[in-house]
């Protein structure tokens, strides 16, 4: 080994040991959304506990953060998906969301199920809240994945999300579960700019930021 690659080793060891290491996982409050208590041991040697959410299991969950520590990709959990109708304008939904109390102005996003693909997941959870399905005259060209998923709410919980970009057409409709109270409605690459600066509707984080992206892109 190199001079060079022997420094950057040593670079990289003391590097980890200033880091937290985890410790504990407890669970302290099961349900849909499990509430951890997370305990680190810090560099200086004390304690220090933090509050999480997971849908994981306990085992699941510490598994998880043990892949992050060792630099892993992460694994995702849901889907955000952008979608293209044949005229180029955006598929978007407007959904009531309970913890906001309001309805919510985002793209289309569900879960992955256990096992599924994520092009499947893409293509059911379009279907499931707009009634449009992934094209099928592209091939493997309608769906456009983002290299890396990324991470919904570092400071609460370790969701993990998967944006996809899909070009879609109508299929027939929309299917939702009985409380997913779902609108859609259409938006033309032209008109992002004056929707921004006109909405008042609570907005999804994901869904303006790539709003925001597409007005300075078109």
């Given amino acids: 080994m190199t001079t060079k690659g022997v420094s950057m080793q040593n ?20 349900g849909w959304l499990n509430k951890y208590v997370l305990t680190y041991d810090m560099p200086d ?11 994981k299991s306990p085992e699941h969950y510490r598994e998880e953060l043990e892949r992050n520590a060792r630099g892993l990709p992460p694994v995702s959990d849901a889907v955000c998906i952008v979608p293209i109708l044949p005229d180029e304008s955006l598929l978007l939904i407007k959904e009531f969301r309970y913890p906001l109390n309001s309805y919510c102005i985002a793209f289309p996003a569900g879960l992955i199920e256990l096992g599924e693909d ?11 809240e707009t009634g449009c399905r992934v094209r099928t005259d592209m091939g493997a060209d309608a769906v456009y994945m983002l290299p890396q998923s990324g991470y919904s709410s570092t400071g609460l919980s370790e969701e993990n999300v998967q944006i996809a970009f899909a070009y ?10 009985p409380t997913e109270l779902i609108e859609q409605f259409t938006l033309k690459l032209a008109d992002i700019a004056d929707f921004l600066e006109r909405n008042t509707t609570p907005i999804g984080m994901r869904c303006q930021l790539i709003l925001e992206i597409m007005k300075h892109a078109n």
Avoid: F, M, W
């Avoid at 200033?18 to 099961?30: F, G, K, M, Q, T």
């Fill in 11 to 30: 670079a990289t060891h003391q590097n980890a040991e200033r880091l937290p290491r985890l410790a504990d996982i407890e669970l302290v409050s099961p």
């Fill in 45 to 55: 040697g004390s304690k220090y506990r933090y509050e999480s959410i997971s849908r």
């Fill in 118 to 128: 994520l092009v499947a997941c893409v293509d059911r959870e379009l279907r499931e």
């Fill in 168 to 177: 879609v057409e109508r299929d027939g409709d929309a299917a939702p579960e």
